[in-house]
């Protein structure tokens, strides 16, 4: 999907396809007015390392906060306010990914720590010789898990990406398979390569030989609507901190195998208390409740922009005009760079419904830092590095540029804000042409 979006007040008329020009209002001024931290005189685009957050988010900490902190399960009214509240939060952020069961819903501080739960529940299921399968591409909180079982005698395996595409090649993972296979660790979409990648087909294949998928969609879930049942995958994780939340997260797995996993919690909780035996210490009260907010956003976007249906239908109509969007904004970038002799873009060069607006490169002769540094002065939130994939940088040999340019950019930016981004990488990259 390559439609240009009629953006309020941004896109002229005449720049519009025939599709595009049937396509509701982006209603762009509506969307930043959620977003108190926006600023007129700042843009951000690091996205993809946080994302900001939505007043109904902050609110609702707030209020939860000011009102009901007391502790859950008593039988005084504040008390039963407050844990509906939590239960609340877990109804809805199984609606946000489709579960098909509330307790299926596991909430912790972050992706990291939430794989690090799971792979610490999966250590008596392992024995010296069972195979797990990494990518080089993922961050590594979806690699150093797993790596640490290597201890068990466990055999790691890595699934690499294609350096000319950037895509993860499926007869690839066909090779890495074998009947001792037990998990897949990879992402739903790299937070360097900005692509979304096969889970299904992937998982399909992993299944047939007994083995379960582990799916970090930290980077595919600002962009796209999660569907754990959809995508095929046993576990899926995600930090709200990403999605316009705060700083927490959540992983899912099928009810089936989170029951089948050990009690995580303390001793006397019974296994099969899902979530809390996966929650040892209990969830976070205030932010589970802030997250309520971010359902809240995207179903009242949906209608803002003219969906119709159930909340998950307007949830994703929401999602598909962020993406026609954001498809836009990453085209203009894009479309830049493709057009500076000296930018290597990692990723594809172009975007499509398999690749999110997280655009990294680096520039022939010049350090990722020298870029980022001058881009500081003028106001534009971007960053550099290796962002914690460090194996796909090393094998991609970025490494002496210092690694990545990575502007990451969000439904919620403008393209006067992209085009201030170009007009500030022209003067920095091709200074004579600016
Ligand atoms: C793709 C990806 N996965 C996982 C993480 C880690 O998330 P958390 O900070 O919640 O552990 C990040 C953070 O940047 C990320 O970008």
Same mark, same amino acid.
């Given at each position: 999907?390559?439609?240009?979006?009629?953006?309020?007040?941004?896109?002229?008329?005449?720049?519009?396809?025939?599709?595009?020009?049937?396509?509701?209002? +982006?209603?762009?001024?509506?969307?930043?007015?959620?977003?108190?931290?926006?600023?007129?005189?700042?843009?951000?685009?690091?996205?993809?390392?946080?994302?900001?957050?939505?007043?109904?988010?902050?609110?609702?900490? @707030?209020?939860? /906060?000011?009102?009901?902190?007391?502790?859950?399960?008593?039988?005084?009214?504040?008390?039963?306010?407050?844990?509906?509240?939590?239960?609340?939060?877990?109804?809805?952020?199984?609606?946000?990914?489709?579960?098909?069961?509330?307790?299926?819903?596991?909430?912790?501080?972050?992706?990291?720590?939430?794989?690090?739960?799971?792979?610490?529940? #999966?250590?008596?299921? #392992?024995?010296?010789?069972?195979?797990?399968?990494?990518?080089?591409?993922?961050?590594?909180?979806?690699?150093?898990?797993?790596?640490? /079982?290597?201890? #068990?005698?466990?055999?790691?395996?890595?699934?690499?990406?294609?350096?000319?595409?950037?895509?993860?090649?499926?007869?690839?993972?066909?090779?890495?398979?074998?009947?001792?296979?037990?998990?897949?660790?990879?992402?739903?979409?790299?937070?360097?390569?900005?692509?979304?990648?096969?889970?299904?087909?992937?998982?399909?294949?992993?299944?047939?030989?007994?083995?379960?998928?582990?799916?970090?969609?930290?980077?595919?879930?600002?962009?796209? /609507?999660?569907?754990?049942?959809?995508?095929?995958?046993?576990?899926?994780?995600?930090?709200? +901190?990403?999605?316009?939340?705060?700083?927490?997260?959540?992983?899912?797995?099928?009810?089936?195998?989170?029951?089948?996993?050990?009690?995580?919690?303390?001793?006397?909780?019974?296994?099969?208390?899902?979530?809390?035996? /996966?929650?040892?210490?209990?969830?976070?009260?205030?932010?589970?409740?802030?997250?309520?907010?971010?359902?809240?956003?995207?179903?009242?976007?949906?209608?803002?922009?003219?969906?119709?249906?159930?909340?998950?239908?307007?949830?994703?109509?929401?999602?598909?005009?962020?993406?026609?969007?954001?498809?836009?904004?990453?085209?203009?970038?894009?479309? +830049?760079?493709?057009?500076?002799?000296?930018?290597?873009?990692?990723?594809?060069?172009?975007?499509?419904?398999?690749?999110?607006?997280?655009?990294?490169?680096?520039?022939?002769?010049?350090?990722?830092?020298?870029?980022?540094?001058?881009?500081?002065?003028?106001?534009?939130?971007?960053?550099?590095?290796?962002?914690?994939?460090?194996?796909?940088?090393?094998?991609?040999?970025?490494?002496?540029?210092?690694?990545?340019?990575?502007?990451?950019?969000? @439904?919620?930016?403008?393209?006067?804000?992209?085009?201030?981004?170009?007009?500030?990488?022209?003067?920095?990259?091709?200074?004579?042409?600016?």
């Amino acid at each position: 999907m390559h439609s240009q979006m009629q953006t309020q007040g941004q896109v002229p008329q005449t720049s519009q396809s025939a599709e595009s020009s049937q396509a509701p209002l +982006y209603p762009i001024e509506k969307i930043r007015a959620e977003f108190p931290g926006l600023r007129d005189d700042y843009a951000f685009f690091d996205n993809a390392g946080g994302s900001q957050v939505l007043k109904r988010v902050a609110d609702r900490v @707030h209020a939860y /906060l000011l009102s009901t902190s007391v502790q859950l399960g008593a039988s005084y009214e504040v008390s039963r306010v407050a844990t509906e509240r939590v239960l609340a939060a877990r109804r809805s952020i199984a609606s946000l990914i489709n579960a098909a069961h509330d307790e299926e819903v596991v909430m912790g501080g972050s992706s990291t720590g939430l794989v690090y739960l799971l792979v610490q529940a #999966l250590r008596p299921s #392992l024995q010296a010789g069972d195979e797990i399968i990494i990518t080089n591409i993922d961050h590594e909180a979806n690699v150093g898990a797993w790596r640490r /079982l290597l201890g #068990l005698g466990v055999v790691v395996k890595v699934w690499c990406v294609d350096p000319v595409t950037f895509t993860l090649p499926l007869e690839q993972l066909d090779k890495l398979l074998s009947p001792r296979t037990k998990w897949l660790a990879m992402s739903q979409t790299s937070n360097v390569l900005g692509m979304v990648n096969p889970i299904a087909e992937a998982a399909a294949r992993v299944h047939a030989v007994g083995g379960r998928v582990c799916v970090d969609s930290v980077a595919y879930a600002p962009h796209r /609507l999660v569907d754990v049942q959809a995508c095929g995958a046993d576990v899926v994780f995600f930090s709200f +901190y990403k999605v316009f939340g705060p700083h927490y997260a959540v992983m899912w797995g099928k009810r089936d195998f989170l029951l089948a996993l050990p009690n995580l919690n303390h001793g006397f909780i019974p296994a099969d208390d899902l979530p809390y035996k /996966l929650q040892p210490g209990n969830v976070n009260f205030e932010l589970s409740y802030g997250c309520v907010g971010i359902v809240e956003y995207l179903e009242s976007m949906g209608l803002a922009m003219g969906g119709t249906g159930t909340q998950r239908e307007l949830m994703q109509f929401a999602f598909d005009q962020f993406a026609r969007h954001e498809d836009y904004l990453g085209d203009i970038l894009l479309q +830049y760079l493709r057009s500076e002799p000296r930018v290597r873009i990692i990723g594809a060069d172009s975007m499509s419904d398999l690749r999110v607006p997280t655009i990294c490169f680096v520039v022939e002769g010049m350090q990722s830092e020298a870029i980022v540094l001058q881009m500081d002065q003028q106001q534009i939130g971007i960053r550099f590095g290796d962002f914690y994939a460090k194996k796909l940088i090393a094998d991609l040999q970025l490494q002496p540029y210092g690694g990545v340019v990575r502007v990451s950019m969000a @439904h919620y930016n403008t393209v006067e804000e992209v085009e201030r981004l170009v007009a500030a990488l022209r003067t920095i990259i091709s200074p004579s042409a600016a």
